[in-house]
């Protein structure tokens, strides 16, 4: 395991990944701060589903018939 060190970089802390790690330079990322204080990136992927085959991800048993009503879904 490697340490690395935060800095300051105008009004921004920057951490540095480590091109061992096999980041892209210009990817993206979401981030999670926990109450311990670990932090996790998720890669950022624009269509989760681009290279599925068909009926993939269907799953029957989680089938139950649910429509939802005009509007319900607005606020996500």
């Not at 690395?4 to 105008?10: D, E, L, S, Y």
């Not at 091109?19 to 269509?47: H, Q």
């Not at 085959?53 to 989680?62: I, Q, R, V």
Request: aromatic share 10%.
């Amino acid at each position: 395991m490697s340490a690395i060190k935060a800095r300051k970089q105008g009004n921004s802390i920057m951490i540095t990944i480590p091109s061992a790690l096999g980041v892209r330079e210009g990817e993206e990322f979401f981030f999670i701060k926990k109450d311990n204080g670990a932090i996790t990136l998720i890669p950022k992927v624009e269509d989760h589903f681009a290279n599925v085959k068909p009926g993939e991800y269907y799953m029957p048993e989680l089938e139950v018939g649910y429509v939802p009503a005009e509007g319900e879904l607005d606020e996500i």
